[in-house]
């Protein structure tokens, strides 16, 4: 984390928003999401338009761009690629074919918590764009709910910048806490709804739809 911050720190000054809008591109539209730390990014680009060495308006509208961008890339590459595979006669195919139709659900009956809320956790919202895609979702309503996501997203990490001041130590701690509180309410919520559909299934009984 101390080399990423000190590469940050020597880069956002000289490229400033336009560094965080390829970052955040990259977050969501390829696999190398996982190792892209567009969200950080964001936080120190904060720390330093706070200081008076950036502007904060352009970062924040390089993030929303940038995430908008490669969230929609995202979304295509799961559509065109997914339909590639699963009309494939391979094992990845059939493998693929066998959890569509779960994905399918997922993504059909509770858009807000597959996409909205994992557009807001690290690591989950890298293959959220592409799993979308291939889960057959409808674009309108997929992007109604990831821009919902994206906002909020941009919130939290324009927050953890704006109450780490001038601590860098202070934004790693705040981003992993961020996370980590993120991920465990998504956990809670999807726990909740499974357990609350669990409960409902009994009462309709067997003949119902």
């Known amino acids: 984390m101390d080399l990423l911050l000190s ?6 000054p000289v490229h400033g928003p336009w560094l965080i809008f390829l970052l955040a591109v990259l977050e969501t539209s390829f696999v190398t999401g996982l190792v892209v730390p567009s969200g950080v990014a964001t936080s120190v680009g904060t720390v330093l338009a706070l200081q008076g060495s950036l502007e904060l ?5 390089a993030a929303l761009a940038g995430g908008a961008v490669g969230d929609l890339v995202g979304f295509w590459i799961g559509r065109v690629g997914g339909a590639r595979v699963l009309d494939g006669n391979g094992r990845l195919s059939l493998f693929a074919a066998r959890r569509h139709a779960a994905v399918s659900r997922l993504f059909g009956r509770h858009p807000f918590y597959s996409v909205t809320l994992a557009r807001l956790v690290s690591f989950v919202r890298t293959l959220m764009p ?7 979702l ?14 909020g997203w941009a919130a939290i990490y324009v ?24 991920f465990a309410v998504a956990g809670a919520l999807l726990w909740w709804t499974l357990r609350r559909r669990a409960r409902r299934r009994p009462a309709l009984g067997p003949g119902s739809p």
């Open 138 to 151: 409808a674009f309108p309503r997929y992007l109604s709910y990831e821009l919902l996501g994206l906002v």
């Open 7 to 12: 590469s940050l720190l020597e880069l956002l």
């Open 159 to 182: 927050g953890i910048g704006a109450l780490a001041g001038e601590s860098w130590e202070l934004v790693t701690q705040l981003v992993g806490a961020g996370g980590a509180a993120i």
């Open 57 to 61: 308006a352009p970062l924040i509208g």
């Open 130 to 136: 592409m799993a979308a895609g291939m889960s057959g």
